[in-house]
Every structure is written in structure tokens, then in C-alpha cells.
């Protein structure tokens, strides 16, 4: 009992020394306020969170980047969302990309009713020019529909619903979703077994890599699987800014679509310097996760598995 007395008697006597050691040696323009700031705003990080949206290139593509969401609910979210693809709404677009809606265009309002999200813009929104027109709804589909708790969007102006392209006048689904597409490319010389196909190819800016999803409209009556990898795979690329590090000799060897899981075995050319980029991952499961409802790729090499991409969480070994 006596040490216990004497222990802590050590301790408060210690603890008061350095207290009047660290009150002493404190210089007087710091003790003021610079050092202790009552009136400080700590701001606590764990609802931060990343989200995925589509901001433009400078070759007019929309690719895919993460941006910084400080938002808890979900009519804030979309708020920000539409700060970002707003032209100069945000400071924090990454150097190269850039929103595509009008500067001049207000937000009048959010609505959401049974994950159908609905925008109603200032008829600013309606002086995009005209090679952007399709690009603009495209990223505003595209970067709102990543959100877990939408299904869809719907656009309005000034109260009233927008059913067409503002120049080119193309008619509008009234609910807008990824059947919509996204940096839409027609490579089709008939009506005869058309095919829409999005695929994920890179593209460097600013000594960045994107991820660059391209919906292409061609003749082809294959399975989806076997035009992605075979266009992937392919020296050759309707834009020459466009890269896919996919080597040219893969093969699919098979594929299995079971329980929500797309099984895809390769030949060993899908190796670079025997090892499989990451960037070859992410283009094959991206493009599969567009046109198929599964949740989870699985890559093989000649039968031997090698890992689980998820759709929600990225690969997993």
C-alpha cells in the first residue's frame, strides 16, 4: 500500500514538473495563440471518401478519374458531383481533364425517388457547344450512375424534361443509364448484326494514366467476351492516343459465366516479362463488369488461376 502511495506521489510530481517545463520554455508568440487556437475547426477525415467520375480529356474523350467527396448523404453527393463536370466549378480537376457542363449553369435542384436521380439545370446548360452535346450527358449519366444508390437519371431545364440534344436534336431516353453509352464510336457498314461493345483502353495526360471506356456500335454477332479480348488484343486502335497493353498474341482459351462469376482462361501470351500488368487486369475486368452483370472476374492462365477481380473491391489474389 505505502509503495502504491509513494508511486504515485513519484508520478504527480513528475507530471507537474514537465508541466511547468513546457509552459516555460513555450516562446511568449507562440502561448498567445499560434501554439493553442480555442477557435480551431478540427475536421475529422473518416467520412471522406473517393468517387469515380468522368471528366473530359483533351482529345474529347471522358475518362475516368477519382475525385475527393466530403458529402455524407446522397442529394449532397450528386451536388458535388455536378460541381466537378461544371467548367470551372472545381479547383481540385486534376491538370489535362476538365469539367464539360457550361460555367454559367446553376444546379436548380435534386430530386430522388426510387434511385432515379433527377437534375434540373438553368437553361445555361443548354449553350454546350455542338461536338459536345453528347459528351456532356454522357458524363453526367456516367459519373451520377456510379453511385451505388442510383439506377438512373433524368435531366431537366427549367422544370421541363429534356428529350433531345440541344444542336444535333437526337432524341433522349427520358431515364438515362449506361445503356446510354459513353465516348460512343459507330464502326458499322450495315444494320446487320449490330453489336454495342464498351471497352476500357488508356490514354496519358499530363503524364497521367486514365482509364478511357469507349462504347463501340459494330457488325460483329460474337460473344461480347471475344470482341472485347480481341480488340484489346489488336495492334491496331481506331485513335492513336488510345493504348491497350493487352499483347497482341493472347488468346481466350474458354470462358464460364456461374453464380455471378465470368471464369476467363488465357493462353501464357498474356504475360508481359511473365507477369500480368495491372493495367491488362483492370482494361479486361472494366470492360466485362460494362457488358455483363456479374460480380467478379476470375483470370486464369492455361487452367492455373491467378486472381479474383471484384467488382466492388478491385483484385483480389
Request: hydrophobic content about 40%.
Amino acid at each position: 500500500m505505502l509503495k502504491r502511495k509513494a508511486l504515485r506521489k513519484i508520478i504527480i510530481t513528475t507530471f507537474s514538473f514537465l508541466t511547468i517545463l513546457v509552459i516555460c520554455i513555450i516562446p511568449d508568440h507562440l502561448s498567445n495563440h499560434q501554439f493553442l487556437d480555442p477557435d480551431l475547426h478540427i475536421e475529422y477525415v473518416t467520412n471522406l471518401g473517393t468517387n469515380e467520375i468522368y471528366l473530359l480529356g483533351p482529345n474529347k474523350y471522358l475518362v475516368k478519374t477519382n475525385v475527393l467527396l466530403q458529402e455524407d448523404n446522397l442529394e449532397s453527393k450528386v451536388k458535388g458531383i455536378i460541381d466537378y463536370l461544371t467548367i470551372q466549378k472545381s479547383n481540385k480537376i486534376p491538370t489535362g481533364l476538365s469539367g464539360i457542363i457550361p460555367s454559367n449553369t446553376v444546379l436548380n435542384s435534386v430530386s430522388i425517388q426510387e434511385k432515379i436521380v433527377t437534375l434540373d439545370f438553368s437553361s445555361e446548360f443548354l449553350e454546350i457547344q455542338q461536338d459536345l452535346e453528347e459528351r456532356m450527358i454522357e458524363a453526367i449519366t456516367y459519373s451520377i450512375i456510379n453511385l451505388d444508390e442510383v439506377e438512373g437519371v433524368l435531366i431537366q431545364i427549367e422544370g421541363e424534361t429534356l428529350t433531345e440534344l440541344p444542336h444535333s436534336k437526337k432524341q433522349l431516353p427520358e431515364i438515362l443509364n449506361r445503356n446510354y453509352g459513353i465516348n460512343k464510336v459507330f464502326d458499322i457498314s450495315n444494320l446487320n448484326d449490330i453489336q454495342k461493345v464498351t471497352l476500357y483502353y488508356l490514354d496519358d495526360i499530363s503524364n497521367n494514366r486514365y482509364y478511357v471506356p469507349v462504347t463501340r456500335y459494330l457488325n460483329d454477332n460474337r460473344e461480347k467476351i471475344n470482341i472485347i479480348i480481341d480488340h484489346l488484343a489488336s495492334n491496331y486502335i481506331y485513335e492513336s492516343n488510345l493504348m491497350s497493353l493487352l499483347n497482341q498474341g493472347t488468346e481466350l482459351i474458354s470462358y464460364e459465366i456461374q453464380d455471378e462469376m465470368m471464369t476467363l482462361n488465357f493462353n501464357q501470351s498474356i504475360f508481359t516479362n511473365d507477369k500480368l500488368l495491372e493495367e491488362v487486369t483492370y482494361t479486361i475486368a472494366e470492360s466485362v463488369f460494362e457488358n455483363y452483370d456479374v460480380k467478379s472476374v476470375i483470370l486464369e492462365v492455361e487452367g492455373e488461376k491467378l486472381m479474383t477481380v471484384e467488382r466492388c473491391c478491385g483484385i483480389q489474389k
